[in-house]
Structures are given as C-alpha cells and as structure tokens.
C-alpha cells in the first residue's frame, strides 16, 4: 500500500489499515528511523517498575473508572 506525504509533511494512513489497527482521529504514534524504513506503533500505555516485590506494570496515565453497573 502506498501514500504520500503532503508539503505541510503530514502523512496519510490509508482507512482499511487505521480501521485494522483501530487508530482514530488524536490517536498519539511513536515513530522511529530504522534501517532506512520509518516504523510507527502505538506508544505503550504502561510502564514496567521493579520494586521491592517484584516486577509490575503500572499505567502510565490514571485509569478511568468503569461506573458501577455498566459492564456486564
């Protein structure tokens, strides 16, 4: 699949692969020069702590609480 880079240098990423990779309008990428290819992912959203028991994750930004009684 190919695009093109625009002259303000923004890039298009075509619906079929944004739908796939469920990215939506704000949604924050990381991009990285590798090899002569531009690679793009999704930043993670945990960090990995080792403390005094054990490895965890953590979120990097507060959690949004679920209100009680809308899951099910």
């Given at each position: 699949?190919?695009?093109t880079i625009d002259a303000a240098?923004?890039?298009v990423v075509p619906k079929s692969?944004?739908?796939e990779l469920g990215?939506?309008?704000g949604t924050e990428l990381e991009l990285a020069s590798?090899?002569?290819r531009l690679e793009i992912a999704v930043p993670s959203r945990v960090r990995v702590e080792d403390?005094?028991?054990g490895v965890r994750s953590r979120p990097k930004?507060?959690?949004r609480s679920i209100p009680s009684?809308?899951?099910s």
């Open positions: 699949m190919r695009t240098g923004r890039l692969p944004r739908d990215f939506s309008a590798v090899d002569g403390g005094p028991h930004r507060p959690i009684g809308s899951v």
